[in-house]
């Protein structure tokens, strides 16, 4: 199995413009999670999805901030307008719910908004 | 909402010494606690993880040990090598499947 898969991997932007980030869950997982890692913050979840229903979206910092999940394969980070508050490393994670929980992150993407 | 606080932030052992890194949790109801590595510029990987039925879990070099009463959990790195050196994580699950993590303890070994 690949694992998760993000891209891009790394994304320059200047503030203002959208930014959309993207994930691939490992097959099978019915879990997906997405978390920002700041070096203030920490690890924060913002998102999580089961059968690709968004379950708990209070994470998520503001309006600028939007995730979709299609389908059982697919998953979108959006930030519209973003700022350089925003830069930060975005990573996603998926689980198995049979497996109690355990979550396996994808390399992540390091956005730097100017 | 669950708060997991983790120490110490910062921790550096000589090669061949333990290194104890302590959690605790707020939500009584937890009943899952993984530990996860960071490698600089890596993604958090899992290195062990307990469940709330369990006291205590070995794999190799590395133990958890939980204590339910005192809502506190521990990981040991015995006989430290300088490739154990990273940022890592604990983190807690109560009743939904989100996990709420620590801040990190950045473990440098020196050889």
């Known amino acids: 199995d690949a694992g998760v898969i993000q891209s891009p991997r790394h994304e320059v932007t200047e503030m203002g413009q959208e930014v959309t980030l993207r994930c691939k869950p490992i097959?099978?997982?019915?879990?997906l999670f997405w978390y920002r890692q700041t070096m203030m913050r920490g690890l924060e979840l913002l998102i999580y999805?089961?059968?690709?229903?968004?379950?708990?979206d209070s994470g998520m910092p503001e309006d600028r901030f939007s995730a979709k999940m299609p389908n059982a394969s697919f998953s979108t980070l959006k930030i519209q307008p973003s700022e350089p508050r925003d830069s930060a490393v975005y990573f996603c994670?998926?689980?198995?719910?049979?497996?109690?929980?355990?979550?396996?992150f994808g390399p992540g993407t390091r956005l730097l908004v100017l | 909402g669950e708060n997991v606080e983790q120490h110490p932030s910062t921790l550096s052992v000589q090669e061949g010494d333990s290194a104890v890194i302590k959690c605790t949790y707020s939500?009584?109801?937890?009943?899952?606690f993984p530990w996860y590595k960071q490698e600089l510029g890596k993604r958090p990987q899992l290195i062990i993880d307990?469940?709330?039925?369990?006291g205590e879990k070995k794999d190799q070099r590395i133990a958890v040990t939980l204590n339910k009463t005192a809502k506190h959990f521990s990981l040991h790195i015995t006989e430290t090598q300088p490739e154990d050196s990273a940022v890592y994580f604990c983190?807690?699950?109560?009743?939904?499947?989100?996990?709420?993590f620590g801040k990190g303890t950045k473990l440098s070994v020196i050889p």
């Open positions: 994670a998926s689980s198995r719910g049979q497996d109690a929980g355990t979550q396996y």
């Open positions: 307990i469940r709330s039925n369990v």
């Open positions: 939500d009584s109801a937890s009943n899952y």
């Open positions: 999805f089961n059968n690709n229903v968004p379950i708990d």
């Open positions: 983190a807690s699950r109560a009743g939904s499947y989100q996990l709420t």
């Open positions: 097959s099978g997982h019915d879990y």
